[in-house]
C-alpha cells in the first residue's frame, strides 16, 4: 500500500500531497522536507529508488517536475514507478503535454485524477480510457451545475428588479 504520494518542483517547493496514512501535520512537513532535501541531493544517475526509515521511497523525475511515492516494505517498487507513470499520462492526456503551471493553476483537477486512479493507497482503476471519462463526466457536471447558477442568478435578478424578491 501507498503511504503518500508528494510532487514537488526541481526548487523543492511542493506542489501536490496526498496522504493515505494519517499523520500529524508537523510530522507531515518534517516528512516532506527531508524527502525533497534527500531527493534532490541524488545524482540523475542514482537509482529512483531508496530505502528510508521504515518505508521505500520511489520517485521519477519528470520534466521539472518530481514524483515520488512512499511505499511499505513487501510492495513493488516497479509496481509502484508504473502507477506515477500512468498518473503522468492521466495528466499528459488531460492538459496536452502537462507542466509545473498546469499543476499549481488546476491542482484541484491534479488531485481529481489522483484519486480515480488510487484510493486508500492503492490502485483503483487501471483503464486510462475509464479514469478519462470519469473526468470528462465531472468536467460536464461543473459546466452543467456552472450554468444552472447563472440561471438562478439571472432569475433572482429579474426578480429583485421587478419587487418580487
Known sequence: MMQFM??????????LQKWYVAHPDKLKKKI?????????????????????????????????LYFCCAIEQNDNELL???????????????????????????????????????????IQETSKKNVLKAIASQDLLQEYQFTQDEKDEAVEGALREIGLL
Open 6 to 15: 508528494l510532487l514537488f518542483s526541481r526548487q523543492g517547493k511542493l506542489r
Open 80 to 122: 509502484t514507478l508504473e502507477i506515477i507513470h500512468r498518473y503522468v499520462e492521466l495528466l499528459d492526456k488531460y492538459f496536452g503535454s502537462v507542466c509545473e503551471l498546469d499543476i499549481i493553476f488546476n491542482f484541484e483537477k491534479a488531485y481529481f485524477i489522483l484519486d480515480e486512479l488510487l484510493v486508500g493507497g492503492e
Open 32 to 64: 516532506t522536507r527531508e524527502l525533497i532535501t534527500t531527493i534532490l541531493a541524488r545524482k540523475p544517475k542514482m537509482s529512483s529508488f531508496l530505502e528510508w526509515k521504515d518505508v521505500k521511497v520511489v520517485y521519477k523525475r519528470y520534466a521539472s
